[in-house]
Nanobody, 125 residues
Framework: QVQLVESGGGLVQPGGSLRLSCVAS????????MGWFRQAPGKEREFVAS????????YHADSVKDRFTISRDNAINTLYLQMNILQSEDTAVYYC??????????????????WGQGTQVTVSS
């Protein structure tokens, strides 16, 4: 069993930055995959970024590429999402997730087994 707790959300002006954190408790295998998703009001949850726990094979959605960066720190079991040049369209609840297997997809909700409770990010002037 894996438990995930996100933090770091808040209110930020357009063009600003935030760094989200997700602390994982429980055993994480290096070949497992970690991901960030987001859900805006009235919209479906969408893929943002994903990385293997070993630190390789990172992917970012086209909508956030060159602005967001996913990373992790194995020593403290923490996943990060550095978000720069934030735009109003980035307003959403952000969730971290774990795919508890070495194989499988990475950009669909059904690919992941464990989820955090989410943290709100609001981009507004």
């Amino acid at each position: 069993q894996v438990q995930l707790v996100e933090s770091g959300g808040g209110l930020v002006q357009p063009g600003g930055s935030l760094r989200l954190s997700c602390v994982a408790s429980g055993r994480i295998v290096s070949t497992w995959r970690m991901g960030w998703f987001r859900q805006a009001p009235g919209k479906e949850r969408e893929f943002v970024a994903s990385i293997r726990w070993s630190g390789d094979r990172a992917y970012h959605a086209d909508s956030v590429k060159d602005r967001f960066t996913i990373s992790r720190d194995n020593a403290i079991n923490t996943l990060y999402l550095q978000m720069n040049i934030l735009q109003s369209e980035d307003t959403a609840v952000y969730y971290c997730a774990v795919r508890a297997s070495a194989d499988g997809g990475y950009h669909l909700e059904k690919d992941y087994n464990f989820w955090g409770q989410g943290t709100q990010v609001t981009v507004s002037s």
